[in-house]
């Protein structure tokens, strides 16, 4: 994993998904200037996603959430984004992250799937190629933290084809993922 500093927009990630409803939308790593898109997709969630997603209610992204949802090292934190073009701009549908914490050697991982374009195949792709990245960064091990009732993320977790280890974790469920 590399410490080094913030580095260069990776475009090699860049690529077009046809999904399960025949759109075709754009992946590409997140980049900082994706705040207002961020804010757009978080204002679109329901409740119950964004509570699946940060585990609390929150009416809206306090700005130091924001910035460390935005300010990513293409490394050690990495987030990718599926983007499609609503009115003639872009919208973030959807973003999987990882995080690497070297004093906790862990690295956890989240995904967020717009409502709207939920079942459409996009939550497993994006992991796939989440955890592809990571292991080019030397990532072998991820851990996330869910709701003990997110079936949804479950399923997603099973479809992927890797090891997934659940624990009990302050009345949450740990996914330990083995890629």
């Known amino acids: ?9 990776p475009t090699q990630y860049e690529d077009r998904l046809i ?3 025949g759109k ?6 997140l980049r900082e200037t994706d705040e207002p898109l961020i804010l757009d997709l978080f204002d679109k969630l329901d409740l119950d996603s964004i509570y699946l997603r940060f585990l609390t209610y929150l009416k809206s992204l306090p ?20 983007v499609t073009n609503e009115d003639n701009k872009d919208a973030i549908i959807a973003v999987a992250r990882y995080f690497y ?11 967020v799937v717009r409502d709207d374009w939920q079942n459409c195949g996009l939550g497993k792709t994006l992991l796939l190629k989440l955890f592809a990245i990571g292991k080019e960064h030397g990532i072998t091990r991820f851990v996330s933290i869910i709701d003990p009732e997110n079936h949804i993320m479950k399923h997603i977790l099973r479809a992927l084809g890797y090891p997934v280890k659940y624990s009990y974790v302050k009345g949450c469920t740990q996914a330990e993922i083995f890629i």
Do not use: C, G, W
């Not at 075709?24 to 790593?29: G, K, L, M």
């Open 1 to 9: 994993m590399s410490s080094s500093s913030y580095e260069r927009y």
């Open 19 to 21: 999904l399960k409803n």
């Open 24 to 29: 075709s939308v754009f992946i590409r790593p």
């Open 63 to 82: 700005e130091d959430l924001l910035f460390q949802l935005t300010h990513i090292d293409y490394s050690n934190k990495f987030a990718i984004v599926a």
């Open 101 to 111: 914490d070297s004093e906790k050697k862990t690295t956890d991982f989240a995904i």
